[in-house]
């Protein structure tokens, strides 16, 4: 009668590390597979027909399609994503430059009602002179703006 129960002491140390290597090699194998279809997309000095090619010998000769892919064209992988990199970081700060100066829309306004509640409350504004001011505001006349 064999029993088939594997208990902790029958795995041992050195079965755990080949098995915790392979893991790693596997998910490094994912990232870098891909990274190089990314790579691939993001080339615009690629042809359509290009990135077909490399997109086949990729998916059909996986292991040897990502190794020639990285000696040919590796170099260049990193230029690629550093440029997305780039331009993603000044598209994030012309947005936070735009929000910050002031032409946020909503903001103005609430931000302009808010200065002209303040003014009213120290009394250097009149609660005629703040409706119209108010008025003026949220028609858009106050801020420059035309709706």
């Given at each position: 009668?064999?029993?088939?129960?594997?208990?902790?002491?029958?795995?041992?140390?050195?079965?755990?590390?080949?098995?915790?290597?392979?893991?790693?090699?596997?998910?490094?194998?994912?990232?870098?597979?891909?990274?190089?279809?990314?790579?691939?997309?993001?080339?615009?000095?690629?042809?359509g027909w290009a990135k077909t090619g490399w997109m086949v010998f990729?998916?059909?000769?996986?292991?040897?399609?990502?190794?020639?892919?990285?000696?040919?064209?590796?170099?260049?992988?990193?230029?690629?994503?550093?440029?997305?990199?780039?331009?993603?970081?000044?598209?994030?700060?012309?947005?936070?430059?735009?929000?910050?100066?002031?032409?946020?829309?909503?903001?103005?306004?609430?931000?302009?009602?808010?200065?002209?509640?303040?003014?009213?409350?120290?009394?250097?504004?009149?609660?005629?002179?703040?409706?119209?001011?108010?008025?003026?505001?949220?028609?858009?006349?106050?801020?420059?703006?035309?709706?």
């Amino acid at each position: 009668m064999s029993s088939a129960t594997y208990l902790a002491y029958d795995y041992p140390l050195l079965g755990a590390f080949w098995t915790m290597l392979l893991l790693f090699l596997w998910v490094t194998w994912f990232v870098l597979l891909f990274r190089v279809v990314v790579d691939i997309f993001r080339d615009d000095s690629l042809s359509g027909w290009a990135k077909t090619g490399w997109m086949v010998f990729v998916i059909v000769l996986p292991f040897l399609g990502v190794f020639v892919y990285v000696v040919a064209r590796g170099r260049n992988m990193g230029r690629r994503e550093i440029a997305q990199a780039r331009a993603q970081q000044q598209a994030f700060d012309s947005y936070i430059r735009e929000t910050a100066s002031g032409h946020g829309g909503q903001a103005d306004t609430v931000g302009e009602l808010h200065r002209l509640s303040e003014i009213r409350s120290r009394g250097d504004l009149t609660d005629e002179e703040f409706d119209r001011a108010k008025e003026l505001v949220l028609s858009g006349h106050g801020t420059g703006q035309t709706r």
